[in-house]
Structures are given as structure tokens and as C-alpha cells.
T-cell receptor, first 112, second 117 residues
Framework: AQTVTQSQPEMSVQEAETVTLSCTYD???????LFWYKQPPSRQMILVIR??????QNATENRFSVNFQKAAKSFSLKISDSQLGDAAMYFC?????????FGGGTRLMVKP | DTEVTQTPKHLVMGMTNKKSLKCEQH?????MYWYKQKAKKPPELMFV???????INESVPSRFSPECPNSSLLNLHLHALQPEDSALYLC????????????????FGPGTRLTVL
């Protein structure tokens, strides 16, 4: 069974600063994707970034980047130049077959 | 275009009512999903349809009945619900189904906020 753990229930960052959200996972699969989803109060789950397990290069999407450590089964999200609109719940997720396993989520607050 | 639409946005129903939630995607995706999400919790998988066939039912009570009329549409029929079924119901879709799903990306709709009185 796959498990995903987010050890930080809440994080806070000053606007324009950088913050890193942690995620660890456990899997027996050799080929899989990892994801970070954002869920603002509007409640829609929005895909932030994804990482293919076979790729060593860390994924980046504008201000969002990941630090993927496959051996350590770690997948952290770095948000640079934080903006007020980044405030949301962030879920780390792992895909195995059709099953998307989510972590418990990290609530990110952005202070002006 | 990665849009998944869901209707209605909000639904209030009594325990004796019958209602349906609707989900639609026009991305040519072959897998569609229903999730239930309680406040401050991650989504929990309920059903997966792959190529219009039910492939996963996560032991969901029979008062929830999914239906996939075609590859673009997914319905969730509700009957005799309980107050504890009040939650956000999310629909998602992905390009492939089955074993290929390991490297698939799921795109979510905006959800239906359900309140059972």
C-alpha cells in the first residue's frame, strides 16, 4: 500500500519570501508520478506541479519547484516570491495505477 | 484545456430525497473519478470508471450509485443519504485508465458542496 506523509499541518510565510513544504512517501512501484495540488478556499483542486519518478531532474513551474529525492522517498515543494494568492491547502499525492494517494495536507498562510 | 465541470455547485437535500451530481469533461479522457472530501481532510476515493466501466468501488454504501453514460459524463445518484454524508464531492478525470494510470495526471472539477439535513 502507498502512503504519503506531510509532517507540517500549517506553515506561514511572509509575502515575497520563500517557503518549502515537506512530503515523504512510501511505495513499491518503480514507475510513478508525484504531484502537488493546491486547494484554495474556493475548494477546487488545482495541479501545481508533477514529477515523473524516472526523471532525475527536478520539475519547475515558474515560482514553484520540487526537490525530488527518490532514494529517500522525499518530495518537497518550494514556493519562491510568495504571493497572497498562494494561500491555500497544499496536498502532496502519489499515483499508483488509478489510485491517487494524498497526504494529510499543509495549510499555507501568506502574511502581507 | 484541462477543464472538468460539475453541477450543481451547492446542493441541500433531505434524507428521503433523491438527487444527482453531474460531472463532464471534454478532454477525451478515458478515466473518471468520484472523491468525497470532508473539511480539513484530503479527498477520499469513492469510484473509478475506466473506459466507461466501473473499475474501482472503494466499499462505498449503496446509497451512492455512480453512472457513466458515455466517456464524457459521470453522474453520482444519491438516495436516502445521512447527515454524515455532507461533504464536498469532487470529480476528476485522467487521460488513461487501468494499468497506465500510474503515470496519469488527474484533473479536478470545482466540486459540489452537499448538505444533508
Amino acid at each position: 500500500a502507498q502512503t504519503v506523509t506531510q509532517s507540517q499541518p500549517e506553515m506561514s510565510v511572509q509575502e515575497a519570501e520563500t517557503v518549502t513544504l515537506s512530503c515523504t512517501y512510501d511505495t513499491s512501484e518503480s514507475d510513478y508520478y508525484l504531484f502537488w495540488y493546491k486547494q484554495p478556499p474556493s475548494r477546487q483542486m488545482i495541479l501545481v506541479i508533477r514529477q515523473e519518478a524516472y526523471k532525475q531532474q527536478n520539475a519547475t513551474e515558474n515560482r514553484f519547484s520540487v526537490n525530488f529525492q527518490k532514494a529517500a522517498k522525499s518530495f518537497s515543494l518550494k514556493i519562491s516570491d510568495s504571493q497572497l494568492g498562494d494561500a491555500a491547502m497544499y496536498f502532496c499525492a502519489h499515483n499508483a495505477g488509478n489510485m491517487l494517494t494524498f497526504g494529510g495536507g499543509t495549510r499555507l498562510m501568506v502574511k502581507p | 484545456d484541462t477543464e472538468v465541470t460539475q453541477t450543481p455547485k451547492h446542493l441541500v437535500m433531505g434524507m428521503t430525497n433523491k438527487k444527482s451530481l453531474k460531472c463532464e469533461q471534454h478532454m477525451g479522457h478515458r478515466a473518471m473519478y468520484w472523491y468525497k472530501q470532508k473539511a480539513k481532510k484530503p479527498p477520499e476515493l469513492m469510484f473509478v470508471y475506466s473506459y466507461e466501466k466501473l473499475s474501482i468501488n472503494e466499499s462505498v454504501p449503496s446509497r451512492f450509485s455512480p453512472e457513466c453514460p458515455n466517456s464524457s459524463l459521470l453522474n453520482l445518484h444519491l438516495h436516502a443519504l445521512q447527515p454524515e454524508d455532507s461533504a464536498l464531492y469532487l470529480c476528476a478525470s485522467s487521460q488513461e485508465g487501468g494499468l497506465a494510470g500510474s503515470t496519469d495526471t488527474q484533473y479536478f472539477g470545482p466540486g459540489t458542496r452537499l448538505t444533508v439535513l
